[in-house]
């Protein structure tokens, strides 16, 4: 079995949000039920953000890179 780091949740949201952005994927997969079981089966503790949430952690980003 190999380590892993230890878990953040902010962390896994930023990078949803970046792959959101760099895949040109609609927010909406936020909902997908398939995404959804996906996600809790590698990280039983992460919380899929709303759609209005991942939206604002992307326009963070933007604002981040100016």
Known sequence: MLACGAY?????KSE???MII???YSLA???HISFIIFVT???LLFQLPSQ????KEI???YEHEK
């Open 8 to 12: 953040k949740e902010e962390n896994a």
């Open 41 to 43: 089966t590698i990280q």
């Open 52 to 55: 209005n949430t991942i939206k």
């Open 59 to 61: 326009i963070g980003i």
């Open 29 to 31: 997969i936020v909902d």
């Open 16 to 18: 949803l949000a970046i």
């Open 22 to 24: 760099l895949h040109e």
